[in-house]
């Protein structure tokens, strides 16, 4: 089992920053792919971002690419979100997902995630 507990939420303005962290236990971040997502209302959660076990591969949604990175700590078992340039459409609960899928080195889609945290809320202002 995993436990996974996002932090670093809040309200920003247009333009401004935030970084969402996912502090995972009970399994090494290492030893999964660890994805983020993210749910508007009235919306499917969909992807944003994911990284691989080692960290040195990533995948973004076209609609973050340039503004968001992700990254991963194996020795603190965070996985991290830096999110820049956000816009009002960033609006969203974010979700942090680990996934075991041995034989894989990155994943896009959510149902192919294993585990799930309990989300934060980002709020941006125009």
């Known amino acids: 089992q995993v436990q996974l507990v996002e932090s670093g939420g809040g309200l920003v303005e247009a333009g401004g920053s935030l970084r969402l962290s996912c502090a995972a236990s009970?399994?090494?971040?290492?030893?999964?792919?660890m994805g983020w997502f993210r749910q508007a209302p009235g919306n499917e959660r969909e992807f944003v971002t994911t990284?691989?076990?080692?960290?040195?591969?990533?995948n973004y949604a076209d609609s973050v690419k340039g503004r968001f990175t992700i990254s991963r700590d194996n020795i603190k078992n965070i996985v991290y979100l830096q999110m820049n340039s956000l816009k009002p459409e960033d609006t969203a609960v974010y979700y942090c997902?680990?996934?075991?899928?041995?034989?894989?080195?990155?994943?896009?889609?959510?149902?192919?995630?294993?585990?799930w945290g309990q989300g934060t809320q980002v709020t941006v202002s125009s």
């Open positions: 997902a680990a996934a075991e899928a041995r034989g894989r080195i990155v994943l896009l889609k959510a149902h192919e995630y294993d585990y």
């Open positions: 990284v691989s076990r080692n960290g040195f591969i990533t």
């Open positions: 009970g399994r090494t971040v290492g030893s999964s792919i």
